[in-house]
């Protein structure tokens, strides 16, 4: 692996564990055993390296969302999808939990992040799309459908720092991807008015895959209770 990757690599993993604003170029450097003088031969700053790393991370959301046009979509496509997403949200979590102020110190991430959102909100509302076409949901409004998918990317975007500022431990890493990937199961309790009779009750076995069990006060799991929903 050559040095600039490396860098990348144990940035990343720097982040992710003790928080970007708590890592330094010096930090970086030394973990990988290199001098600072090395680290700044391939990035001028820890800026430039938080912005490759967005790159990348765009890259991957895009290649997951990635939408076959040459056959209908079906309940596994959107497992995969919703897996994927929050996978990648877990990898690179760091991005999220800071999200506000690395965009407020970067305008090229604040502008490029603004295409990624639009970018991503498109391909929400064409996945939607595909899946009324497949008889899954019926979204037909494009309105509706604008609504439901900044719905959708509202909670997969903000569901980690719910957890961190409400349900999360005292120690910085206490949240897992567990926990993180029960996001799931909210982003798809908004769809269940929408679903066809046909397909309710395998979304509805589907969703209880992700059932939240958010730490009580006290510490102890409390399983979220759903009320049972009406039919119709």
């Known amino acids: 692996m050559k040095t600039r990757d490396k860098i990348l690599l144990s940035s990343l993993e720097l982040f992710n564990e003790r928080g ?3 890592v330094t170029t010096n930090h970086i450097a030394a973990h990988l055993a290199i001098s600072p003088g090395n680290l700044y031969y391939h990035f001028r700053n820890k800026s430039d390296i938080i912005y490759e790393i967005f790159l990348e991370y765009e890259k991957l959301v895009d290649f997951y969302l990635d939408i076959p046009q040459d056959r209908a979509l079906t309940l596994d496509d959107l497992t995969f999808y919703l897996e994927s997403v929050f996978d990648g949200l877990w990898s690179y979590r760091f991005f999220h939990r800071d999200l506000e102020y690395l965009l407020d110190t970067d305008p090229r991430l604040r502008k490029d992040y603004r295409e990624f959102t639009n970018r991503c909100l498109s391909s ?4 939607f799309w595909k899946l009324t076409e497949a008889g899954i949901i019926e979204l037909t409004s494009e309105d509706l459908r604008a609504a439901v998918s900044l719905n959708v990317w509202l909670v997969v975007t903000n569901w980690m720092a719910f957890l961190k500022t409400a349900h999360a431990g005292d120690e910085p890493a206490s949240l897992t991807i567990t926990e993180l990937k029960q996001g799931i199961y909210q982003v798809l309790t908004m769809q269940m008015p929408y ?10 076995a589907l969703r209880e895959r992700y059932r939240p069990s958010l730490p009580a006060a006290g510490g102890a799991p409390v399983k979220v209770v759903a009320r049972k929903e009406r039919v119709g």
């Open 20 to 22: 970007e604003r708590n």
């Open 124 to 127: 929400i509302q064409e996945i």
């Open 195 to 204: 679903l066809t009779p046909e397909y309710r009750d395998r979304v509805v």
